[in-house]
């Protein structure tokens, strides 16, 4: 069974860093594309970046430039640098991991950002 583990989420400042993790586990296969999403209360789910095993990357614009996208094949596992924090990133992150047609998606983690 695929699982997708999330660490790194907690409170931030205006303008300071947080750095986001997530682990798969449980796949015999590499996943094509794993990504962020992000929930804010109220709001719809929204892509926040998203990698390709190739490495190509895709960010949307409110993070472009702020926010960068990695990935360890190896370890199965991505992570998202996030730097010039705003109060309106504050959000659930969410984990996701694209196989074949299959998509799953991490329990989430919660970032704040105080001004």
């Known amino acids: 069974q695929v699982q997708l583990v999330e660490s790194g989420g907690g409170l931030g400042q205006a303008g300071g860093s947080l750095r986001l993790s997530c682990a798969a586990s449980g796949s015999q296969f590499n996943f094509n594309v794993m990504g962020w999403y992000r929930q804010a209360p109220g709001k719809q789910r929204e892509l926040v970046a998203d990698i390709s095993i190739g490495g190509r990357t895709n960010y949307a614009d409110f993070v472009k430039g702020r926010f960068t996208i990695s990935r360890d094949n190896a370890k199965n596992t991505i992570y998202l640098q996030m730097d010039s924090l705003k109060p309106e990133d504050t959000a659930v992150y969410y984990c996701?991991?694209?196989?074949?047609?299959?998509?799953?998606w991490g329990q989430g983690t919660q970032v704040i950002v105080s001004s």
């Open positions: 996701n991991a694209v196989a074949f047609v299959y998509t799953y």
